[in-house]
């Protein structure tokens, strides 16, 4: 009965409808098969065995009916299956072919098309990654874009300090990539290129990286070659190469020099730890217009410092400021030592000067330092200088005096301030603390002697203030 297990009543398909069909089919045959033979061929047939044979014999050709009519009926029924399956979304599918008639001609009609089917859904499935690429790309370069245009009115307002504008900067072209991390490398007091800033570094040992100008290694080649180099997929696995791979623990960096004109003002080095990773022309572009951002900004701080340094007066005050005071002391000294002559020098500190300014407001306080800075000055000899020295803080540069006359000067600067009305309206007082020094005695440099007169008045400071030491 193995022929029959696949006719259910539960199925409802062809193989259900056959078999109901070959039921109804079978009777009218065997009814007129049984009235043939024993009316007209057998009519005396009595013995049952003989009629049990014939009947059998005619269900044996009803069965071979079914059975051929089943060989033609399967394949479809299988094919539906099998398309079903197809159709639920499974394209990986194909229906066997057994045959080739018209059956077998269907089944490869079905599995070209689902073969194209599965070619136009994988061409969807590229678009539809490509075009999530491009979005990437897009949102990132948007992202790089308004970092950009954030750092350019940053350098434009000075609004950083130069170290927080260099964090910033590395930072924002570190994120260009996925798990990005970077490094800038500037020259300290010898002349080598040490990482100043870096972001993002976890197991990359690049802070360890010292580079020197037309030096061996990978990237001390750079620094003079002026050229940008990358290490990733597409760069050719060289001795060289994988031992600073290991030696630092990176994957890909892209190194871009910093420079202007022919003087070297950094390396920038951007990396990131993906694997099977190349970076691509516009990437380099974007990294290229960061660096260009580093090079405005070291510039501008540069170009400030030397501002600074040319500048000899305070805006405030019109005192001089402490670079000229500084430089001229020294001349001051080198003359003194030469004459054998004494050479004094004053720093004056406003005592709980944070408490005034708090109480009186920024205006009121900058009158204030305008009539110290009047009262210092027309302290100062002929030969002697003022200057303002920080914020809370002043000088005099007293050739030709000697200790003792320096503290002589100092305590009637401090009784005139301490006497003098420092607002517009109303009335309000400070005092000093001041502190003297004397080349030779108190040493035979410039920073010598600062370093003295700011200790006598830490000194003073430790029982009081409103005295002047010597």
């Given at each position: 009965?193995?022929?029959f297990?696949?006719?259910?009543l539960?199925n409802?398909?062809?193989?259900?409808?056959?078999?109901?069909?070959?039921?109804?089919?079978?009777?009218?045959?065997?009814?007129?098969?049984?009235?043939?033979v024993?009316?007209y061929?057998?009519?005396?047939?009595?013995d049952?065995?003989t009629?049990?044979?014939?009947?059998?014999?005619?269900?044996?050709v009803?069965?071979?009916?079914?059975?051929l009519a089943?060989?033609?009926?399967d394949?479809?029924i299988?094919?539906?299956?099998?398309?079903?399956?197809?159709?639920s979304?499974?394209?990986?599918?194909?229906?066997?072919?057994?045959?080739d008639?018209?059956?077998?001609?269907?089944?490869?009609?079905?599995?070209?098309?689902?073969?194209?089917?599965?070619?136009?859904?994988?061409?969807l499935?590229?678009y539809?990654?490509?075009?999530?690429?491009?979005?990437v790309?897009?949102?990132?370069?948007?992202?790089?874009l308004?970092?950009?245009?954030?750092?350019?009115?940053i350098?434009?307002s000075s609004?950083?300090?130069?170290?927080?504008?260099?964090?910033?900067?590395?930072?924002k072209?570190?994120?260009?990539?996925?798990m990005?991390?970077?490094?800038?490398?500037m020259?300290?007091?010898?002349?080598?290129?040490v990482?100043r800033?870096?972001?993002n570094?976890?197991k990359?040992r690049?802070?360890?990286?010292?580079?020197?100008?037309?030096?061996?290694?990978?990237?001390?080649k750079?620094?003079?070659?002026?050229q940008?180099?990358?290490?990733?997929?597409?760069?050719?696995?060289?001795?060289?190469?994988?031992n600073f791979r290991?030696?630092?623990?990176?994957?890909?960096?892209?190194?871009?020099?910093v420079?202007s004109g022919?003087?070297?003002?950094?390396?920038f080095?951007v990396g990131?730890r993906?694997?099977?990773?190349?970076?691509?022309?516009?990437?380099?572009?974007l990294?290229?217009?960061?660096?260009k951002?580093?090079t405005?900004?070291?510039?501008?701080?540069?170009?400030n410092?030397?501002?600074?340094?040319?500048?000899?007066k305070?805006?405030?005050?019109?005192?001089?400021?402490k670079?000229?005071?500084?430089a001229?002391?020294?001349?001051?000294i080198k003359?003194?030592?030469?004459?054998q002559?004494?050479?004094?020098f004053?720093?004056?500190?406003i005592?709980?000067?944070?408490?005034f300014?708090q109480?009186h407001?920024?205006?009121?306080?900058?009158e204030?330092?305008?009539?110290?800075?009047?009262v210092?000055?027309e302290?100062?000899?002929?030969v002697?200088?003022?200057?303002?020295?920080?914020?809370?803080?002043?000088?005099?540069?007293?050739?030709?005096?000697?200790k003792?006359?320096?503290?002589?000067?100092?305590?009637?600067?401090?009784?005139?301030?301490e006497?003098?009305?420092?607002?517009?309206?109303?009335?309000?007082?400070v005092t000093?603390?001041?502190?003297?020094?004397?080349?030779?005695?108190?040493?035979?440099?410039?920073?010598?002697?600062?370093?003295?007169?700011?200790?006598?008045?830490?000194?003073?400071?430790?029982?009081?203030?409103n005295?002047?030491?010597?």
């Amino acid at each position: 009965m193995a022929v029959f297990g696949k006719f259910t009543l539960a199925n409802k398909g062809l193989r259900h409808k056959l078999l109901i069909a070959f039921s109804l089919m079978s009777i009218i045959p065997l009814l007129a098969a049984t009235y043939i033979v024993s009316t007209y061929l057998f009519p005396q047939l009595e013995d049952i065995i003989t009629v049990s044979m014939i009947i059998l014999a005619s269900l044996l050709v009803a069965v071979l009916g079914l059975l051929l009519a089943k060989g033609l009926v399967d394949p479809v029924i299988d094919m539906a299956i099998e398309a079903k399956i197809i159709a639920s979304g499974n394209y990986d599918k194909s229906i066997s072919i057994a045959s080739d008639d018209e059956v077998g001609n269907l089944a490869i009609s079905i599995n070209s098309m689902t073969q194209r089917i599965k070619t136009n859904i994988d061409e969807l499935k590229g678009y539809g990654q490509r075009m999530r690429d491009i979005n990437v790309d897009i949102h990132k370069k948007v992202l790089a874009l308004s970092s950009l245009l954030q750092i350019g009115e940053i350098i434009s307002s000075s609004s950083l300090q130069i170290d927080a504008l260099l964090e910033l900067i590395v930072e924002k072209a570190s994120m260009i990539f996925d798990m990005g991390f970077g490094v800038l490398y500037m020259p300290n007091d010898k002349g080598d290129f040490v990482a100043r800033v870096s972001y993002n570094l976890d197991k990359e040992r690049l802070t360890e990286l010292i580079l020197k100008e037309n030096g061996p290694a990978i990237l001390d080649k750079l620094l003079d070659a002026h050229q940008i180099y990358s290490i990733d997929k597409g760069v050719k696995a060289t001795k060289e190469i994988e031992n600073f791979r290991q030696a630092y623990n990176v994957t890909n960096i892209l190194a871009i020099p910093v420079y202007s004109g022919r003087r070297n003002l950094a390396l920038f080095v951007v990396g990131n730890r993906n694997d099977d990773f190349k970076y691509r022309t516009d990437d380099i572009d974007l990294v290229k217009v960061f660096a260009k951002q580093l090079t405005i900004a070291i510039e501008t701080d540069i170009l400030n410092k030397r501002a600074e340094e040319l500048a000899i007066k305070d805006d405030l005050t019109e005192l001089y400021n402490k670079n000229f005071i500084t430089a001229r002391l020294e001349e001051e000294i080198k003359r003194a030592i030469f004459y054998q002559r004494p050479c004094a020098f004053i720093v004056f500190s406003i005592d709980n000067f944070k408490n005034f300014r708090q109480v009186h407001g920024e205006l009121q306080t900058e009158e204030a330092l305008r009539k110290i800075a009047k009262v210092i000055k027309e302290s100062t000899t002929a030969v002697g200088k003022a200057a303002r020295i920080s914020g809370d803080e002043f000088a005099m540069l007293l050739p030709e005096k000697n200790k003792r006359e320096a503290a002589f000067v100092a305590e009637e600067v401090k009784r005139k301030i301490e006497s003098t009305n420092l607002l517009r309206e109303g009335k309000a007082a400070v005092t000093v603390t001041g502190g003297v020094s004397e080349n030779p005695i108190d040493g035979a440099t410039s920073d010598e002697l600062f370093r003295k007169a700011i200790a006598n008045i830490k000194e003073v400071r430790a029982s009081g203030t409103n005295k002047i030491i010597i």
